[in-house]
């Protein structure tokens, strides 16, 4: 990777919805190598895929919350394979510290959030949950890359 794919990757964090001509002129490169080498980071799995940036209270989804788990020895793949396939989850991490994973998910209400660690609760490989609800999001964004 060169300093012509990290002005590609930042284009694209600002906006990934700009066309191939407008990418270049922002780079200085034409559209034909752009393509190329978004072709190339994709290959190599840097561009992992194109998506959209949801405002989530907007739609309704008014609770966020991190959920930090303790999973019973042996289980992590299970266990990250299983809660990675729950439709309010944003994101899964092993983590250091006192507990294994943590799991950023999304809620319409408190009582789904509930229901939801009920559930997760009775799964074998969930030894023990610590939540905390996010009371409000400063900041949530792709960083620039150098």
Known sequence: MDQID???????LENSNRSYRKIA??????????LKRMKEL??????????????YEKLGYDVSAIINMRITHGMFKEAEKKLSKEPNVFAIYDITGDFDAMMIAKFKNRKSLNTFLKKIQEYDFIKKTETSLILNTIKEENIRIS
């Open 25 to 34: 002129s922002f780079v200085g490169v034409s559209g034909v190598t752009v």
């Open 42 to 55: 994709e290959k190599e799995k840097v561009i992992k895929n194109h998506t959209i940036n949801l405002d």
């Open 6 to 12: 990290t002005k590609i990757l930042n284009v694209l």
